[in-house]
């Protein structure tokens, strides 16, 4: 069974960046769907992005569309998620989860087996 560590969060201003970090151990995650989610305090857990696994096509939530990126790190066995002009409203705990299921239901939070525990992401403002 897959565990997943994320890291990388910390305090940054309004237009700054952060690479998030996703680090697999006792599996390959190249085999899963890597999804990245964010939960804001009382919101809830949002979809941000998410690597196939097969080929590792991309997709993006509109919110993030163009200024976060991911990525895959076979060699490591990690996926990164860089995020760029980081805004207020991108503050939450980010975390990465594998998965297999169909391109269809990558952004359901419901279909990822393994989690992580999280990391904090905070933009001043």
């Known amino acids: 069974q897959v565990q997943l560590v994320e890291s990388g969060g910390g305090l940054v201003q309004t237009g700054a960046s952060l690479r998030l970090s996703c680090a697999g151990s006792?599996?390959?995650?190249?085999?899963?769907?890597i999804g990245w989610f964010r939960q804001a305090p009382g919101e809830e857990r949002e979809f941000v992005a998410v690597t196939r696994r097969s080929g590792g096509a991309t997709i993006y939530a509109d919110s993030v569309k163009d200024r976060f990126t991911v990525s895959r790190d076979n060699a490591q066995n990690t996926v990164h998620l860089q995020m760029n002009n980081l805004k207020p409203e991108d503050t939450a705990v980010y975390y990465c989860a594998a998965g297999t299921q169909v391109l269809s239901a990558v952004r359901d939070s419901g279909m990822y087996y393994h989690w992580g525990r999280g990391t904090q992401v905070t933009v001043s403002s």
């Open positions: 006792g599996g390959t995650i190249r085999t899963y769907n």
